[in-house]
């Protein structure tokens, strides 16, 4: 199999039209750039995030463009109970029937600060929303993934989801995480040529987190949202049939 090359990458207009497509932190950053790209390629994208009013604001967009109509699914992974992810299943399955796509994006960054003085709440609101989250948001969604003819699942890592650097804390510790849970379930669902599971690396991106972890950067150096959106695309539509158990970069 040859290299997956995003910069030569070139969806086509309608490449996700009919696929349903669940985006979590869909209201900011990467995860808005990208409902809205899906939505432009035909997708009816489900919004997901913690703040209502940001998500309400790319449904508005969706809305403006002429794109397929978006749901709202709200769901704040720091809090969320069991019922609240399963009432969130239950929404997509009336409505939908099924999930075509699943984008693991939302994150937080919690504080970078040596382990030796890593504030421990801090661990554990990190660790919830960027592990065990995803790991109970893909188990409620899995049998609606299962019910799609061509269904893919994407976990968003990290440059240090792979490599420990100093610092970096329990955001790293997280990636590592999620990157163990992409394996796992990739291996789990060897052979089912219906679903795939992957993991991309969006690279250095001119978002609030980013801003956050590198506040000393001239952020207009930096490739935005929208210009990192193609290797999303490539997985979630048909062209990335039998790929599965990868990770893949966004930016060289
Ligand atoms: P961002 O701008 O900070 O956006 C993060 C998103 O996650 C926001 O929409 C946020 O919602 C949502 N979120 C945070 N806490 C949540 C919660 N408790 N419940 C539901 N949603 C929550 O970050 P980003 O840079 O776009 O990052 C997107 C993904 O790319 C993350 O997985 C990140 O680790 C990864 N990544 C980013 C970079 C980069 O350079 N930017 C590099 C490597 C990997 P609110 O808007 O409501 O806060």
Known sequence: ???????????????????????????????????????????????????????????????????????????????????????????????????????????????????????VPTWCRVLQVNLTAEFALTQVCLPLLEKSADASLIYTTSGVGKLGRAYWGAYAVSKFGVEGLAQILAHEYEGNDRLRINLVNPGATRTDMRALAYPAEDASRLRTPAEITATYLYLLGPDARGVTGQRLDCQP
């Open 1 to 119: 199999m040859t290299a997956f090359d995003p910069s030569i990458y070139s969806p086509r207009a309608d490449l996700l039209l009919g696929r349903v497509i669940l985006v979590t932190g869909a209201g900011s950053g990467i995860g808005r750039a990208l409902a809205l790209d899906l939505a432009a390629h035909g997708a009816t994208v489900a919004l997901s995030g913690r703040s209502i009013r940001k998500l309400e604001h790319v449904y508005d967009e969706i809305a403006a463009s002429g794109y397929p109509q978006a749901a709202l699914v709200p769901l704040d992974l720091e809090n969320a109970l069991a019922n609240q992810y399963d009432a969130l299943a239950e929404a997509l399955d009336r409505e939908f029937g099924r999930l075509d796509g699943l984008v693991h994006n939302a994150a937080i960054l919690g504080t970078r600060a040596p382990i030796a003085h890593f504030d």
